[in-house]
């Protein structure tokens, strides 16, 4: 085989390589946060979270690109991107608390079924009778995940149902400044925002880190999201989104072994139904977004 053959293929191995990482990071991400959430308020392990990135990001890449890195044809919207972000953070944050870690991935995996039924209503798409069907299938997956009426997770079943919708809008305004914007600079401006608005409510919430095992986690909450967006972009910058879109799931099996690991928990078979709904009907959708070339599927990050 050529050379010339083989580097396509090798190529999208690597992007795959990398994001199977990143869904790594992100599950290590979320269960650091559910168990040093007990510690310290969630608005401290998301000033964390930001400030990592925004100094990781700075430090590294603007002595590499320079103004350029800057360069933004849509000010505004890097903002607006920014604080959508922000307010996922702090939603994805919250829920992790009232769910499992893998309970809570499986239910984030909803987000494409969720962008076709908003780009449906809002954004007037034509949306075809079989993704209609997978908009449901998983919708009863997430129901089967969450039970609302279970005492356990109760009221708070509503709050990831808000961040998945906050994620999609969320991801909708991605797809579009992706077009005319540079995705490290997008990266850039995310951090920088989600710093400046936490780092001006820190105050409110702010409390004394209790010990050093403490502030290591908080540490490697923000360490994991940074290092995670960067394998992100490096495995999407290698592969196209067709191929990769089946890989994100790998991440609902990095939480659970993680939820196992660290909380010894273990889905039920009505928990472990409503992750395969959600895989099955959220995995199809994004392959054919991606197959189609209309938005961008990307890991859920707390």
Not at 108 to 137: D, H, N, Q, S, Y
Not at 229 to 250: G, K, N, Q, V, W
């Amino acid at each position: 085989m050529s050379a010339a053959v083989a580097r396509p293929g090798a190529q999208a191995a690597l992007g795959i390589t990398f994001l199977v990482m990143a869904v790594a990071c992100f599950a290590v991400l979320d269960t650091a946060v559910k168990y040093v959430g007990a510690f310290v308020p969630i608005l401290v392990a998301v000033w964390f979270r930001y400030v990592f990135q925004a100094v990781a990001v700075s430090t590294v890449m603007l002595p590499m690109r320079g103004r350029s890195l800057l360069l933004t044809r849509h000010p505004r919207f890097q903002v607006l991107r920014g604080c959508l972000l922000l307010m996922v953070s702090v939603l994805s944050f919250i829920s992790v608390q009232y769910m499992p870690v893998g309970e809570f991935t499986a239910f984030v995996m909803t987000t494409p079924l969720v962008i076709t039924l908003l780009a449906a209503l809002f954004l007037k798409e034509r949306v075809a009778p079989m993704r209609w069907a997978l908009v449901g299938g998983g919708f009863v997956g997430a129901l089967l995940v969450v039970q609302p009426g279970c005492d356990v997770i109760g009221w708070a079943s509503l709050l990831p149902l808000l961040m998945v919708v906050t994620y999609a809008w969320f991801q909708i305004l991605t797809s579009q400044m992706a077009r005319t914007e540079d995705p490290m600079t997008m990266h850039f401006y995310t951090g920088c925002v989600g710093a400046l608005v936490s780092t001006a409510i820190l105050p409110l919430v702010w409390q004394t880190i209790p010990d050093t095992n403490t502030f290591a986690l908080l540490c490697l909450v923000g360490l994991m999201g940074t290092v995670g967006h960067f394998l992100l972009i490096l495995a999407f910058a290698r592969a196209p989104a067709s191929t990769l879109t089946p890989f994100l799931y790998t991440q609902i099996g990095f939480a659970m072994l993680c939820g196992w690991l660290v909380f010894n928990h273990i889905p039920g078979w009505l928990e472990l139904t409503g992750i395969v709904l959600i895989v099955v009907c959220g995995a199809t959708a994004s392959w054919l977004t991606a197959r189609e070339h209309r938005l961008p599927v990307e890991p859920p990050e707390a």
